[in-house]
């Protein structure tokens, strides 16, 4: 009767067993559902979604939304599509990611093997300041970044992204050293390694899984940032603010397809690293949010 | 030789300094960026802001006039209503997903990726998405009319009453799998010998489950917690691109109520209150939890 696995304690019949792989696939369904709508409805003249039904295949496909969303649609008042503002989003995205994830690396090293009075403190202020509300820092943010001449453009966006960046990859890194012996580092440091050496020669090697953590998760972050964006950015907005745009603008007919396929386009880079390193980093976000 | 040692002594000495040196970039731009802007953000909101900032003290004048909007109070009210019902369903959701697939479910490492991805989604991604879907004119209502369920009715996108739950619908179902992932992982930590003890006792899988396994997932629960109660707190975009704070104020939160307070009504002091009272909410929530986490290390 009962179906005993032989590794797990948990003991279930058949027909749980049936019953729990219903639900799961079901709950497969509920999660796919609207990514399915989005491809398929992007693939659709628009006469078809507004006569049709959104979960049908289309009658007949087409390709034109993609264009029309990448390369042709009104955003804002410019027919651009969304192609310029992904590529600011990218000219955003690369440096904040990289320059936040080195400067991560190097508190971590500081915080845990170089450790002096108080430095728990300073760690307990970096972390509440990756909780904080950021309308907390939007009206300030706004005249510093007027004073020092770069309001509205990317490199302003990128020291926001950076400013704000670095509470979790310091975390990341922190936790991530903390286990690792200080007894190599203090061997090291007799032999006559420096600071630097140490960090270049025994912490960097070591520091590839952690690295791949905080790399997808800054990438996600500051690609899906919306609030800094639509604050900051003056003409040179960022992907979601574009999007947001060309969905909400009340000019003409509602091209449903289009949308969907700049939102497609929009989730495209995280939903690609997402897929091909994303075990790692579910397994790197365990380690940091489970363990503190 | 004295030079050399004078030289040594330079050495060490930098050798011990440089460590804070090169933290004190880190620690400067947070003494600015964070504390010194919250600072100015809290001075703001005791001073007559209103386009611009203006550093003219008139106590708590903001607060008072806050506390009367009923703008405020449909913000804060929604918030509520928001997290309750987010922080629930995303914590029980979660907590069942992820004791379903610990069952030695074949299959797993396709399920978990599923439930995963939509955390990888920018809120303006999955507020467009819901967005239509929710439509009564080309989503859900019409696709059940389409398949023959003429009486089916599910228009809460443009109900006053019940447009803040479909902005629940969307986060749940952006955050649900990520909360199944942490519990997951506690449930990986749970000693396997323990249960099995527990069975020979003849306890029954609901019982053991709710006496034994769940209460040793509470660093789970807690953690789960203090997440989506600050992500609650901070939802901005997914209501901009799922309802835009409508129909009318319906489904405004604090987080859209300060935006357009401060940068579209020219009330900078009131926008700075209400966003010192989210800093605080926030705080509330994070600082006993940070400070136990901190604590333990030592």
Known sequence: MSNVTQDT??????????????????????????LFVMIVNSLKPLSEITSGNMMALPEVWTLEPWRQAWSKAQIGIEPTGLKPYFVNSLLIVIPAVFISTIIGAINGYVLTKWRFRGDTLIFGALLFSCFIPFQ???????????????????????LVHV????????????????????????????????????????MLPISGPITVVSVIWQFTNVWND???????????????????????SSTG???????????????LPTLLVYIVAGRYFVRGLMAGSVKG | ??????????????????????????????????????????????SDSKMLPS????????????????????????????????????TVLGLSLAILLDQKIRGEGMLRPIYLYPMALSFIVTGTAWKWILDPGIGLENTMHQWGWESFHFDWIKDRNMAIYTVVIAAVWQTSGFVMAMFLAGLRG?????????????????????????????????????????????????????????????????????????????????????????????????????????????
């Not at chain 1, 304690?9 to 609207?34: D, K």
């Not at chain 1, 907390?136 to 990128?158: D, T, Y």
């Not at chain 2, 607060?63 to 009923?70: A, G, V």
């Not at chain 2, 009504?265 to 929530?285: E, K, Q």
């Open chain 1, 136 to 158: 907390i820092v939007l009206i300030p943010m706004a005249i510093v970044l007027g004073k020092l001449g770069i309001a509205g453009s990317i490199p302003g966006l990128v």
């Open chain 2, 190 to 298: 749970v000693d396997n010998e323990i249960l099995k003890a527990a069975q020979i006792d003849g306890a029954s899988n609901w019982r053991l489950y709710r006496r034994i396994v769940i209460p040793m997932l509470r660093p789970a629960f807690l953690s789960a917690f203090v997440i989506l109660a600050h992500l609650s707190v901070k939802s901005y975009d997914l209501i901009i691109a799922l309802t835009g704070g409508g129909p009318g104020r319906a489904t405004e939160v604090p987080a859209t109520f300060m935006y357009s307070y401060t940068f579209t009504r020219n009330s900078m002091g009131i926008g700075a209150a209400s966003a010192v009272i989210m800093l605080m909410t926030i705080a509330a929530i994070i600082t006993p939890y940070l400070y136990a986490e901190l604590k333990e290390k030592k």
């Open chain 1, 226 to 248: 919306f609030l800094f964006g639509a604050s900051f950015a003056g003409q040179e907005q960022p992907m979601t603010v574009a999007l947001n745009n060309l969905v909400q």
């Open chain 2, 1 to 46: 030789m004295a030079n050399n040692a004078g030289q040594d002594d330079f050495q060490t000495k930098l050798q011990n300094w440089l460590p804070k040196i090169v933290l004190s970039p880190s620690i400067a731009a947070m003494v600015v960026f964070v504390y010194g802007f919250i600072a100015f953000t809290v001075y703001i909101s005791f």
């Open chain 1, 163 to 202: 400013v704000y960046g670095i509470g979790f990859t310091t975390l990341y890194y922190r936790n991530y050293y903390a286990v690792f012996p200080t007894e190599l580092v203090r061997a090291a440091q007799i032999d006559g390694a420096g600071f630097f050496r140490i960090f270049w020669r025994i």
């Open chain 1, 9 to 34: 304690a948990v003991r279930t019949s058949t027909f749980t067993r049936i019953f729990i792989y219903g639900l799961l696939i079901l709950f497969a369904a509920y999660y796919l559902m609207p």
């Open chain 2, 55 to 90: 550093y003219d003290w008139i106590g708590l004048a903001n607060y008072t006039k806050l506390w009367k909007l009923s703008h405020w109070w449909v913000s804060i009210t929604n918030l509520a209503v928001f997290a309750t019902l987010y922080i629930g369903i995303c």
């Open chain 1, 253 to 267: 007919v509602k091209e449903y397809n289009v949308h969907f396929a700049g939102a497609i386009l929009a989730a």
